[in-house]
């Protein structure tokens, strides 16, 4: 009885090896065809936009003709809309994040509101394009202005900051809470000296996270009226503008095959942007995970 029950312990256990081999392999080469798709596109764009990468490029503006084009407009456009949408996304869904989590009686209708916000993280970005179409540009009379489009692009990403605070909220431990209440602060008091410090890093990283990805999109954008050759860098929050992804797609909608050379170029410039931006979230991740 005991030599079949071996047996059986024996074939179980070869069983569970052989499935665990196979996983490693499958898993193994689901990864080699992820790295090796992107490494054929980054080697496609580095070869093909590497030769215009100069300091015409970073100092030049847009052109007809592909040897004289460049990035500034677009770079200066990037930069003012981050500073209106990091502000605007950052301290609104922050305030939402705290009222849900601490103020916010659990009810239906809080439940209602939290399940909204989960579903608004993943509506199509071009819905939140017509919405600023409809709201900013249209009813509020913005044009087609740098606020405008800050607005809008905070509307996308303020589902996906309301819920990072949330999680980094949660993840403050409840005896540092109760230790402020145990000394005489008040909730506000034990908010901002105890619970935001302890969540910071968790809310900075999804902040930064949203903020790489606003900078990556294009439909709402689009759908705003954002130009897509501008000569000119914005000067107030009421200036037409651009953005580095806008003009990328210009470029390679363009029949000349040297602007699709020189998209690969502002494509090198857009990647940089955004690893830099994400390096700076895991340095930030990293630096304070173990702090709490």
Known sequence: MELINDEKIVKRTGSRLLKNRLSKWLFMLATSVGLLVLGTLVYRILSQGYSYLDLDFFTSFASRRPEDAGIKAAIFGTIWLVAITGPVSIVLGVGCAIYLELYAKKSRFTRFIQMNISNLAGVPSIVFGLLGLTVFVRMMEMGRSVLAGGLTMSLLILPIIVVASQEAIRAVPKELQEASYGMGATKWQTIRRVILPAAIPGILTGGILALSRAVGETAPL????????????????????TVMPIQIFNWTSRPQVAFHDVAAAGIIVLLLMLLLMNSIAIIIRNKFSKRY
């Open 222 to 241: 689009i759908m705003i009226g954002a130009l897509t050759f501008v000569a000119f860098v914005p000067e107030s929050i009421w200036s037409g503008f």
